[in-house]
């Protein structure tokens, strides 16, 4: 009983020296974040509201905008949806089974993250443009990649698609797969097993690889940059068309069409802080 009381009852208070540190830690993550963050954010609102609410509104009924807002959206529906089956089969793969390649499979999916995106871009463009490996063959029978938006797609497929798998992997290794293996020796199919058991135990954590996902792949500049053509009205997304918009000297739509990412930005954060509390604390 005395054991159980001293055990329950074992909490040290803060020495003074702790709370300065802790103090002076948070002060610097604030300030960081306020510098780095909260300022430029800020700063890209005031200027995008600088001549009216009018006007802006104004710069984001432009056709060209118009455009580039349709095709980024166009190009997360496609390379989500797609990124995330690779992302649960890539998953199921790695923390299932053993096979020959496994650590090299690990490997290539990290690929992205030391990648260049610009190296990407050039590497489809080495593929798949007029003077690549198979540019000749896609020109012979009209099938234009790069400077096109299958192009884009590609390139932002690269780029964006450890995040569902990266987040997976580990949850479902620690999750291990007593389940499932009682539910196919009771005789239940692979994919009943999927949908009722696996499915609902990495749900969190599969919303949130899709929000990272797709927050990676509204804001990708540099592989969709050389790959792209920047070709008005066509081959702009919104990155592509707020520095299009800027090099022109058209600050207030430039920093409109900013503004609309940064609000995009805003709400994958808002989306990724409620999957954070509705998984709950240690765990997906």
């Given at each position: 009983?005395?054991?159980?009381?001293?055990?329950?009852?074992?909490?040290?208070?803060?020495?003074?020296?702790?709370?300065?540190?802790?103090?002076?830690?948070?002060?610097?993550?604030?300030?960081?974040?306020?510098?780095?963050?909260?300022?430029?954010?800020?700063?890209?609102?005031?200027?995008?509201?600088?001549?009216?609410?009018?006007?802006?509104?104004?710069?984001?009924?432009d056709?060209?905008?118009?455009?580039?807002?349709?095709?980024?959206?166009?190009?997360?529906?496609?390379?989500?949806?797609?990124?995330?089956?690779?992302?649960?089969?890539?998953a199921?793969?790695?923390?299932?089974?053993?096979?020959?390649?496994?650590s090299?499979?690990v490997?290539?999916?990290?690929?992205?993250?030391a990648v260049?995106?610009?190296?990407?871009?050039?590497?489809?463009?080495?593929?798949?443009?007029?003077?690549?490996?198979?540019?000749?063959?896609?020109l012979?029978?009209?099938?234009?990649?790069?400077?096109?938006v299958?192009?884009?797609?590609?390139?932002?497929?690269?780029?964006?698609?450890?995040?569902?798998?990266?987040?997976?992997?580990?949850?479902?290794?620690?999750?291990g797969?007593?389940?499932?293996?009682?539910?196919?020796?009771?005789?239940?199919?692979p994919?009943t097993?999927?949908?009722?058991?696996?499915?609902?135990?990495?749900?969190?954590?599969?919303?949130?690889?899709?929000?990272?996902?797709?927050?990676?792949?509204?804001g990708?500049?540099?592989?969709?940059?050389?790959?792209?053509?920047?070709?008005?009205?066509m081959?702009?997304?919104?990155p592509?068309?707020?520095?299009?918009?800027?090099?022109?000297?058209?600050?207030v739509?430039?920093?409109?069409?900013?503004?609309?990412?940064?609000?995009?930005?805003?709400?994958?954060?808002?989306a990724?802080?409620?999957?954070?509390w509705?998984?709950?604390p240690?765990?997906?």
């Open positions: 009983m005395g054991a159980g009381a001293s055990v329950g009852t074992d909490v040290r208070p803060m020495t003074r020296g702790a709370r300065v540190a802790r103090a002076l830690l948070l002060v610097i993550s604030f300030g960081f974040l306020g510098l780095l963050l909260m300022a430029p954010l800020g700063a890209v609102l005031v200027q995008a509201l600088a001549k009216g609410l009018g006007e802006w509104a104004r710069s984001l009924v056709p060209d905008t118009i455009s580039s807002i349709k095709l980024t959206l166009m190009t997360a529906a496609i390379v989500v949806p797609v990124n995330t089956i690779f992302g649960i089969c890539a199921w793969a790695i923390a299932r089974f053993e096979f020959r390649g496994k090299l499979l490997t290539l999916i990290d690929l992205p993250f260049s995106p610009v190296i990407a871009g050039l590497v489809l463009v080495f593929l798949f443009g007029a003077q690549g490996w198979f540019g000749e063959w896609l012979d029978h009209d099938l234009p990649i790069v400077f096109a299958p192009g884009i797609v590609l390139a932002t497929i690269f780029i964006s698609f450890p995040y569902v798998a990266r987040e997976l992997i580990p949850l479902m290794q620690q999750q797969s007593d389940e499932e293996v009682a539910a196919l020796s009771l005789g239940a199919r994919w097993t999927f949908v009722r058991i696996t499915l609902p135990k990495i749900r969190w954590g599969l919303l949130y690889g899709v929000i990272l996902c797709n927050a990676r792949v509204m990708e500049f540099g592989a969709v940059s050389v790959v792209s053509g920047h070709i008005r009205g081959t702009n997304t919104m592509l068309q707020v520095e299009i918009l800027y090099n022109e000297y058209n600050f739509a430039a920093f409109a069409v900013a503004s609309v990412l940064a609000l995009l930005a805003i709400l994958t954060l808002v990724k802080t409620l999957v954070e509705r998984s709950g240690g765990g997906h």
